[in-house]
């Protein structure tokens, strides 16, 4: 059965700081998501990252996958408190047999203080 | 706005009931896709459907059912509920079956 860790779980940062956000996973797996979600809303798609040595940027966020090391990191820089949001990351179709699903991490939930 | 539609918003009900849930996916994706997310299990995939048919099922109970009609909305269906239900559900969709997952804004389901 595939899991998929996050850590940490809570972050608490400071604006202006850097962190990093980490996703083990524990089969190979083709696709790798990374979605926010605000409270009580939905999720926002932010990275979709399709193969080994992948990295996106998009503003303050970088998303990188490893797949021989079966890891993705959310890296966040100066960071501002638009940010604070709960981060999940997901890994997508890992065999025929489990369809599509994607299997979600716990979250991470970031709050970014003054 | 990703496109894909949900009804209802929120959902009050009591123990033992019945509801059913809605969802439209984008205009051309045929797969749709139902996750539960609750404090204590986290964000879970229900089941999957494409083009009308069932294609993957997760960690759904017997007391759940689902199904995708001919216009590719799909209908969550929830009996007997128990206050464990209480959840966010959402709806998801796909072009094809292995492309990117697009979520609904979702349905809070409250079980009293």
């Known amino acids: 059965e595939l899991k998929v860790e996050q850590n940490p779980l809570f972050l608490s940062m400071q604006e202006g700081k850097n962190y990093t956000i980490y996703c083990n996973y524990s089969?190979?797996?083709?696709?790798l998501y990374w979605y926010r979600q605000d409270p009580g809303k939905s999720l926002e798609s932010l990275f979709v990252?399709?193969?080994?040595?992948a990295v996106k940027q998009e503003g303050r966020l970088m998303a990188s996958l490893d797949t021989k090391a079966r890891l993705s990191t959310l890296h966040i820089t100066a960071a501002v408190h638009d940010l604070s949001a709960t981060y999940f990351c997901?890994?997508?179709?890992?065999?025929?047999?489990?369809?599509?699903?994607?299997?979600f991490g716990e979250g991470t939930q970031l709050t970014v203080n003054p | 706005d990703s496109g894909v539609t949900q009804t209802p918003k929120h959902l009050i009900t009591a123990t033992g009931q019945r509801v059913t849930l809605r969802c439209s996916p984008r205009?051309?994706?045929?797969?749709v896709y139902w996750y539960q997310q609750s404090l204590d299990q986290g964000l879970q995939f229900l089941i999957q459907?494409?083009?009308?048919?069932?294609?993957a099922k997760g960690n759904i109970l017997e007391r759940f059912s689902a199904q995708q009609f001919p216009d590719l909305h799909s209908e969550l269906n929830l009996s007997s509920l128990e206050l464990g239900d209480s959840a966010l559900y959402f709806c998801?969709?796909?072009?094809?079956?292995?492309?990117?997952?697009?979520f609904g804004p979702g349905t809070r389901l409250t079980v009293t």
């Open positions: 998801a969709s796909s072009q094809g079956p292995w492309d990117e997952q697009y």
């Open positions: 089969t190979t797996s083709d696709r």
């Open positions: 990252l399709l193969s080994n040595g």
């Open positions: 997901a890994v997508g179709p890992y065999q025929e047999t489990s369809g599509s699903r994607l299997t």
């Open positions: 205009s051309g994706d045929l797969s």
């Open positions: 459907y494409y083009n009308g048919e069932e294609r």
